[in-house]
């Protein structure tokens, strides 16, 4: 059963890891890896970096969980620097390697350029591309933004890209993340109402850090800090282990939120960290650890 299949069934769980840039590094993540696991998830994704950097960690990855058995694995892909026969033989590749479930993405500009140099612009024609070539031996994910995209200038344009992903083969929609829930919900009516059916994998940023959760939030993403987490913030700004500890809880009642709007998987970023997942999943009571 497909991982969209599966969401429309019941609520699953998938997780959110990148490649390190040392052996060490990927050494750790393994063992990380390894305590996921045990919690079932459905699928986990891997991310690599702006241009195509970490990309043959990325494929080491994702070969080591197919060959793990224990989880789906799903590659991140994008357009950066990518033409129509390096995807054709990226995508032949990762298939050879067990690796069917990809999330298909426009990618991060390099650093001082602003343009994709390959054969797409944009995610949907990549989409489309990877399901004309590959049809149903693969399934593609795809991204949605319920803050709107930094580029687009409002939100029913960035929802009528999304139903052209839609419309170019995307099986499922994997979202950015956000703290603001009364956003979310009204960007799950939005796209609903747009003719948008497919599946949604909430992309959920732990609370641990206050400098990183302000960078999430900033840097790129263009994300609110809603009222609630601003106010978390201030309680907690000199005492790095009261915002951990309480960032956990606020983590928690994010994800039954999640779950009361209808959401069909979570989808944690593990930050290739076990422990603060471990806890947050546990502090829950949602899903059940094997030991």
Known sequence: M????KMKKRTTLSFEVFPPKTEKGMDKLKTVLDELYKWSPDWISCTYGAGGS?????????RAMAAAGRTVPVSHY???????????ADISQYIDAGVTDFLALRGDFVPGEDQTH???QHADGLIRHMR????DKITVACSGIPEGHILSPDMSSDTAFLKRK????????VTQLTFDMDRFARWLE?????????PVAVGVMPVLDRDKCIRHCLSMNGCAIPRSLARHISKYYDDPEGFRDAGMDYTVQQLYQYLELGVNDLHIYALNQSA?????LRRSGLFTKSE
Do not use: M, P, W
């Open 132 to 135: 004309d070539t590959f049809g």
């Open 78 to 88: 994008t357009c950066i620097h990518h033409t129509r026969a390096d995807i054709d």
């Open 276 to 280: 603060a997942v471990d806890e947050i």
């Open 54 to 62: 970490d990309k043959g960690y990325n494929l080491e990855i994702c």
């Open 118 to 120: 390959g054969d797409f």
């Open 166 to 173: 839609q419309d170019a083969g995307a099986d499922l929609i």
């Open 190 to 198: 939005e796209i609903r109402a747009a003719g948008v059916t497919l």
């Open 2 to 5: 497909s991982i969209a299949e």
